[in-house]
């Protein structure tokens, strides 16, 4: 059984970090692509960053390059996520999801529909 289960979530000030990791089990996350997404509330899902582990390749959303990094840790089997300079519009629900169609991500897309596991997810809340 596939569980993906993300930690680091919480409350914070403008203009400061957060790292959230998502703990993979039944899958290896160096064979899929891995992806975070967030929802904020009246608002539709967007992919914020994405990873193919097969190949590196990495997606950012617009509003995230420069702030934000992706990264994998093959042997804890997990995907981190450091958000820096976070403002009061990154508040939202953060989701991790993985697809074993990793080469579906690329510098300009990550489709979520592709990706077939998610986990609980953990909310982010960012204060003024």
């Known amino acids: 059984e596939v569980q993906l289960v993300e930690s680091g979530g919480g409350l914070v000030q403008a203009g400061r970090s957060l790292r959230l990791s998502c703990a993979a089990s039944?899958?290896?996350?160096?064979?899929?692509?891995i992806g975070w997404f967030r929802q904020a509330p009246g608002k539709e899902r967007e992919a914020v960053s994405c990873i193919s582990s097969t190949d590196n390749k990495t997606y950012y959303a617009d509003a995230v390059k420069g702030l934000f990094t992706i990264s994998v840790d093959n042997a804890k089997n997990t995907v981190s996520l450091q958000m820096n300079s976070l403002n009061p519009e990154d508040t939202a629900f953060y989701h991790c999801?993985?697809?074993?169609?990793?080469?579906?991500?690329?510098?300009?897309?990550?489709?979520?529909?592709?990706?077939?596991?998610w986990g609980q997810g953990t909310q982010v809340t960012v204060s003024s």
């Open positions: 999801a993985a697809t074993n169609i990793p080469w579906v991500v690329d510098r300009t897309t990550c489709p979520d529909y592709k990706f077939a596991y």
């Open positions: 039944g899958l290896t996350v160096g064979d899929y692509g």
